[in-house]
């Protein structure tokens, strides 16, 4: 986000000591090579420093991106706590999970992963998240007509648990991707781009779930998300999606003994 500039200033906030505003320097000394003039601003437990950004106390017009795990019952939590428009809490997930869906096509068909669309819905879990497949395209063709049904369950499994891999490898959580996911959904706010992503957002019906968050695609612009795109899920899809709304419910249930 500090290379995109979408604000002036921006504030990292922790509850370790000096560890945001170790961050926001070592970030700021990155300036003169990246060329950005933008500034990082590190605090601890200060959130009145977030004014005009995302502390609904000091900032009551925020639009909540919720990026913590698990992501859907997070998002959920803020929407039922919040007092917001369900508009303005949006969880991150899918934009990250899709971005892997897309990388994982493309290292099997051995093309740009630029060239290629792909979108994951539901929950923002191994278990949980769908892959579309039947969707996913490349230069507007269906990757179907380029990989067997075989590989097409290879790249869907791999993305599912994509996270995991990474962990694997590096010991923690991944920050590159889900930290570009995040930067692609805040600019969509704040430039007011009007770009299709797939976030978990609050649904009343759609998807034929209600009173839970998930992912699906939705229009994200300057006051939030404002609409949801129906992709229209097959059968099979639309049973993929009752079930991965059954598990984020039982996720969900943790909250009740809050």
Same mark, same amino acid.
């Given at each position: 986000?500090?290379?995109?500039?979408?604000? #002036?200033?921006?504030?990292?906030?922790?509850?370790?000591e000096?560890?945001?505003e170790?961050?926001?320097?070592?970030?700021?000394?990155t300036?003169t090579?990246?060329?950005?003039?933008? *500034?990082?601003?590190?605090?601890?437990?200060? @959130?009145?420093?977030?004014?005009?950004? #995302?502390?609904?106390? @000091?900032?009551?017009?925020?639009?909540i991106? =919720?990026?913590?795990?698990?992501?859907? *019952?997070? *998002?959920?939590?803020?929407?039922?706590?919040?007092?917001?428009?369900? +508009?303005?809490?949006?969880?991150?997930?899918?934009?990250?999970?899709?971005?892997?869906?897309?990388?994982y096509?493309? &290292?099997a068909? +051995?093309?740009?992963?630029?060239?290629?669309?792909? *979108?994951? =819905?539901?929950?923002h879990?191994?278990?949980?998240?769908?892959?579309?497949?039947?969707?996913?395209?490349y230069?507007?063709?269906?990757?179907?007509? @380029?990989?067997?049904?075989?590989?097409?369950? &290879?790249?869907?499994?791999?993305?599912?648990?994509?996270?995991?891999t990474?962990?694997?490898?590096?010991?923690?959580s991944?920050?590159?991707a889900?930290?570009?996911?995040?930067?692609a959904?805040?600019?969509?706010?704040?430039?007011?781009?009007?770009?299709?992503?797939?976030c978990?957002?609050?649904? &009343?019906?759609?998807?034929?779930?209600?009173?839970?968050?998930?992912?699906?695609?939705?229009?994200?612009?300057? +006051?939030?998300?404002?609409?949801?795109?129906?992709?229209?899920?097959?059968?099979?899809?639309?049973?993929?999606f009752?079930?991965?709304?059954?598990?984020?419910?039982?996720?969900?249930?943790?909250?009740?003994?809050?």
């Amino acid at each position: 986000m500090v290379r995109m500039e979408l604000a #002036k200033e921006i504030v990292l906030l922790d509850i370790k000591e000096g560890f945001a505003e170790g961050k926001a320097m070592d970030m700021n000394q990155t300036a003169t090579l990246h060329g950005f003039d933008s *500034t990082v601003r590190g605090v601890t437990n200060d @959130y009145s420093a977030t004014a005009g950004s #995302k502390a609904l106390k @000091y900032s009551p017009e925020a639009v909540i991106v =919720v990026i913590s795990n698990p992501m859907d *019952t997070m *998002t959920y939590l803020a929407a039922k706590q919040s007092g917001l428009p369900k +508009n303005r809490i949006i969880g991150m997930g899918g934009i990250l999970d899709s971005a892997r869906f897309k990388y994982y096509l493309s &290292e099997a068909m +051995n093309v740009p992963a630029s060239d290629l669309q792909g *979108t994951v =819905v539901g929950g923002h879990g191994d278990t949980t998240m769908i892959p579309l497949t039947r969707l996913a395209t490349y230069q507007s063709s269906p990757v179907s007509n @380029y990989l067997s049904a075989e590989k097409l369950a &290879e790249v869907k499994s791999a993305t599912m648990v994509g996270g995991a891999t990474l962990t694997g490898l590096i010991g923690t959580s991944a920050w590159y991707a889900p930290g570009a996911a995040g930067a692609a959904l805040t600019a969509s706010i704040v430039r007011d781009q009007k770009k299709v992503f797939p976030c978990s957002v609050y649904l &009343e019906g759609e998807y034929g779930e209600s009173d839970i968050c998930m992912g699906v695609p939705v229009v994200i612009g300057a +006051n939030g998300w404002e609409s949801i795109v129906d992709y229209q899920l097959n059968a099979e899809e639309a049973a993929e999606f009752a079930k991965s709304a059954a598990a984020v419910r039982a996720m969900n249930s943790v909250l009740d003994s809050l």
